[in-house]
């Protein structure tokens, strides 16, 4: 008799915990491993941060792409799972896997942000995780069209919050796209940087041509001639030329687009020409020892303004000393720390949708510091988007 008290106590306890936390719930989320571990037939098992099927931030996956693709989110998760586009190391089609399993312990106390003052979690907007995107490793042209096709399916739909109004003026937000609807943020996994090229084609279709934050420690604006040598149409798109290509078709607005964190070397400083004359400012890593974080965050403001703006970061813009796990590592970069405070700083800009990309977990620590680095500084990404409409009021 004891034990079927107990039973049924439990079952009011998970019916509490589903009701409070509605979509944001992590997956099969009970608040404590000491919860019940079986709750008989037609509950879900159990599950902690350490053990059970792993999304990200353990958020709930929705197929997407496929079977759910009527299911309305406002920030969703996607994994690009391309890496055939590299030039030193490969392996970063394990990214979208190796980063979801960095980030299992974000929600272990309920993901409050601190110094943004927010709960990304608990904010009333409806984050998922929708998987992967079907990518082949066997054809980079067909590889690079299946990531434009999923980005773009999940980006033309409509957001399912409203987008409420204006904090100070109390007026009405629109939507910042072309079409005047409101659609969802992506965070894609990447991948190499090579992905970026669809993902800008994709951006492009709903909001023109858009400012680009670019964290690296490398330009990524190389002509095909100078890198790679561009043998073939397919080999001249790299991850070191999407930009080139991006910038040639017109998708990067000119002059309000910014890369941090630069420090590789260069054929000559004829790349600084070529990357002038493809639309961005440079914030060379070795700034940090004289401007400081604060003085990187107010470049990039200026620079973006007020404007839509696309948020692209490189896990190597991390020093390999906090992100050794990546495909050109290069010494001299910022600590985890700076990056996550630059990213901070980016509070209140419209950051319309972003990726971390050249995650490749072989190259890893067994403490998983790269893919643990890639979670939290999504944490810093989700966190801005959440506190910050993708609206603007109207003129
Ligand atoms: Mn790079």
């Known amino acids: 008799m004891l034990k079927l008290a107990l039973v049924s106590s439990f079952v009011a306890i ?3 915990h589903s009701h409070d936390h509605h979509d ?6 009970v608040r404590f491993p000491y919860d019940p571990i079986f709750r008989g037939a037609g509950e879900v098992t159990a599950d902690s941060v350490f053990s059970g099927i ?16 009527d299911v309305p989110f406002d920030i969703a998760f996607i994994g690009a799972p391309f890496d055939t586009g590299t030039s030193y190391r490969p392996g970063a089609r394990f990214g979208p896997a190796g980063i979801r399993a960095g980030s299992r312990r974000l929600t272990l106390y309920g993901g409050y942000n601190v110094p943004l003052d927010v709960n990304p979690f608990q904010s009333g907007l409806r984050i998922v995780d929708c998987g992967d995107i079907p990518v082949t490793p066997y054809d980079n042209k067909f590889a690079i069209q299946q990531i434009e096709d999923g980005h773009r399916s999940l980006l033309q739909r409509k957001a399912f919050s409203p987008l409420g109004n204006d904090s100070i003026t109390g007026a009405q937000l629109e939507p910042l796209s072309l079409d005047g609807k409101s659609h969802p943020r992506i965070i ?6 090579t992905i970026v090229l669809p993902l800008l084609r994709s951006i492009n279709s709903v909001y023109g041509p858009i400012s680009v934050i670019h ?24 991850h070191g030329t999407y930009f080139y290509w991006a910038s040639q078709e017109g998708l990067i607005q000119n002059g309000t687009s ?13 790349d600084y020409h070529n990357d002038d004359a493809s639309g961005f400012q440079r914030i060379e890593a070795r700034e940090i020892d004289t401007i400081g974080t604060d003085g990187i965050i107010k470049k990039i403001r200026e620079t973006v303004g007020d404007t839509p703006v696309y948020l692209s970061i490189d896990i190597d813009s991390i020093d390999p000393a906090f992100a050794p796990a990546t495909g050109t590592p290069e010494t001299g970069g910022w600590s985890t720390r ?21 995650v490749a977990p072989a190259y890893d620590t067994n403490a998983e510091l790269t893919t643990m680095a890639a979670a939290d500084v999504l944490f810093e990404v989700l ?11 109207a003129a």
């Open 338 to 358: 700076e990056l996550r405070t630059i990213l901070r700083g980016l509070d209140g800009l419209h950051i319309v949708s972003a990726d971390i990309v050249e």
């Open 258 to 270: 910014i890369h941090g964190a630069i420090r590789t070397t260069l054929s000559s400083l004829e």
């Open 14 to 16: 998970a019916a509490a």
């Open 188 to 193: 894609t996994l990447g991948g190499d940087h």
């Open 24 to 29: 944001q719930a992590p997956m099969d989320y």
């Open 215 to 238: 964290f690296d420690s490398h330009l990524d604006t190389w002509k095909p001639s100078v890198f790679g040598g561009a043998p073939s149409d397919q080999a001249a798109i790299n």
């Open 383 to 393: 966190s801005v988007m959440a506190k910050t409409p993708l609206g603007k009021v």
């Open 54 to 69: 792993t999304t990200f931030a353990k958020l709930p996956w929705v197929q997407c792409l496929t079977r759910e693709q």
